[in-house]
């Protein structure tokens, strides 16, 4: 395509033909027609911005921002004046800084396809690494038309085949330390500090996996796994007697609210009479609504 198309007025919109030249306007690689896009859109492009900046009308249709060192502002032109919807994507995995859209002047955020984002009249806020918004002028509105969160950036999968001593009686927090993560994208667990738990980076309903394998023992009969949050008990628990031959193995699987910041571990407790070993245990979390 000859460059010097991008710098054409089109005044009519008309089918996409074969040969036509077109260009891609969204991240999922739809493409149209440019002489379908609507009079003096006479750029196309995408950019970078790791500081706070207001668009011009007609000029980007792909916003790539970077929050990685500050707070960064998208101000969008004026719904008034531009043609074509825009794409803002977040790239950054900062949990300090965000990256706020907002509306000029009297325009106004109308929420029509992203109701997670929960976006003021005027504001919204990207909060989360990978997330995008897709915002579509349409008189002194920019009505949300879709947004992506990619939520596999917050799972966490911890698993640890060593054994760990359990007292008797004693509900004990399952220890994660070094080479325990599976994957951790986003440093939610520290096989360092505080190594039972994983921490909540963004709010939503997490699905909590759990599993705990003890040794065989014949002694006594209960074995248990227990969830908590921000250190207290949760009427998540799973308790199983030890089946005759001494194995003592369970899981627990629950759908659990959580806040920034909120933090979950396992706990377990046995009643031998004396110390056992925990051979396998594994804590999964993953964001789902």
Sequence with gaps: MASGLLNQ???????????DPVINTKPNGLVAPLNTLANNYTALVSSYENSSTTLTANTEVIVYADASSNNVTITLPSAASQNAE????????????TVTVQVAGADTIEDLGAPALSPSS?????DSFDMSVTLFPY????????????????????????????????????????????????NQHSTTTNTERITVLKAGIYQVNAYISFADSTSGGTRGVLL????????????????GTGRGRTDLTANIQLSSGDYIDIRVL???????????SAL??????
């Design 228 to 243: 908590y949050k921000n250190g207290s008990t949760t009427n998540y628990e799973v308790f199983v007697q030890q089946d």
């Design 270 to 280: 046995q009643d031998t009479g004396g110390n056992l070993n925990l051979n396998f």
């Design 9 to 19: 007025s089109f005044s009519a919109a008309t089918p996409i033909a074969s040969g």
């Design 139 to 186: 008189s002194n509105k920019w009505r949300v038309t879709s947004s992506h969160l990619n939520s596999k950036y917050y799972s966490c999968m911890l698993y640890k085949s060593t054994a760990q001593s359990i007292s008797s009686g004693s509900v004990t927090p399952v220890t994660f330390g070094s080479g325990t993560e599976i994957y951790d994208y986003l």
């Design 86 to 97: 825009i794409t803002i994507k977040r790239l950054d995995t900062s949990t300090t800084y």
């Design 284 to 289: 999964n979390m993953m964001l789902v609504a």
């Design 122 to 126: 005027t504001t919204l806020t990207l």
